[in-house]
Antibody
Framework: EVQLVESGGGLVQPGGSLRLSCAAS????????MIWVRQAPGKGLEWVSS????????YFADSVKGRFSISRDSSKNTLYLEMHSLRADDTAVYYC????????????????WGQGTLVTVSS | QSVLTQPPSVSGAPGQRVTISCTGS?????????VHWYQQLPGSAPRLLIY???DRPSGVPDRFSGSKSGTSASLAISGLQAGDEADYYC???????????FGGGTKLTVL
């Protein structure tokens, strides 16, 4: 059974940094691209970042480009989202999800989702 | 404003059929990118409901169906049940933004 468990969320001051983790199990981690999607309180879903199965290709939404980085550790079956220069509008539940294939291809969708971790940016 | 446009809410009585529209443009649906649908029950994570316009993952009842034509797509739910109350999101890819995009979401209320 595919399981994705996010952690690392919490309260951070504006301008601060945070690293989110997503522990994956139940599938061959390196065979699938992964994605981070966020949802601000009471709002809809927003794509944040994607990474290929090998980690060689990464993609970012314009709203986080230059501030966030994405990576993965195949030895730990874990996906990461490193967030810097956090702003109030980064406040959201952050979900990790799994693609269907190894590449983050445009036509692809997100098969399995974690339960999310809440990031609150506030002073 | 979302790149994909959905009605904020729809409602229907138990047993009825409802549809949720998702309107795109020439840079997403019109560029032949597929539409996918997710269901988000209250307090839960999103769940894949329909992929590649009209296919259902295993475990999704055939009461849920999807279609896409031109720059529009729709999700139909027949035989409405109380447990279908949720937010529904369409998703695709936009070649102008080079981004995976979601609709704003539609809240389904079962009366």
């Amino acid at each position: 059974e595919v399981q994705l468990v996010e952690s690392g969320g919490g309260l951070v001051q504006p301008g601060g940094s945070l690293r989110l983790s997503c522990a994956a199990s139940g599938f061959t981690f390196t065979s699938y691209a992964m994605i981070w999607v966020r949802q601000a309180p009471g709002k809809g879903l927003e794509w944040v970042s994607s990474i290929s199965g090998t980690g060689a290709s990464t993609y970012f939404a314009d709203s986080v480009k230059g501030r966030f980085s994405i990576s993965r550790d195949s030895s730990k079956n874990t996906l990461y989202l490193e967030m810097h220069s956090l702003r109030a509008d980064d406040t959201a539940v952050y979900y990790c999800a799994k693609y269907r294939v190894v590449v983050a291809a445009p036509a692809e969708y997100f098969q399995h989702w974690g339960q999310g971790t809440l990031v609150t940016v506030s002073s | 404003q979302s790149v994909l446009t959905q009605p904020p809410s729809v409602s229907g009585a138990p047993g009825q059929r409802v549809t949720i529209s998702c309107t795109g443009s020439s840079s997403n649906f019109g560029a032949a990118y597929d539409v996918h649908w997710y269901q988000q029950l209250p307090g839960s994570a999103p769940r894949l409901l329909i992929y590649a316009n009209s296919d259902r993952p295993s475990g999704v009842p055939d009461r849920f169906s999807g279609s896409k034509s031109g720059t529009s797509a729709s999700l139909a739910i027949s035989g409405l049940q109380a447990g279908d109350e949720a937010d529904y999101y369409c998703q695709s890819y936009d070649s102008s933004l080079n981004a995976w995009v979601f609709g704003g979401g539609t809240k389904l209320t079962v009366l």
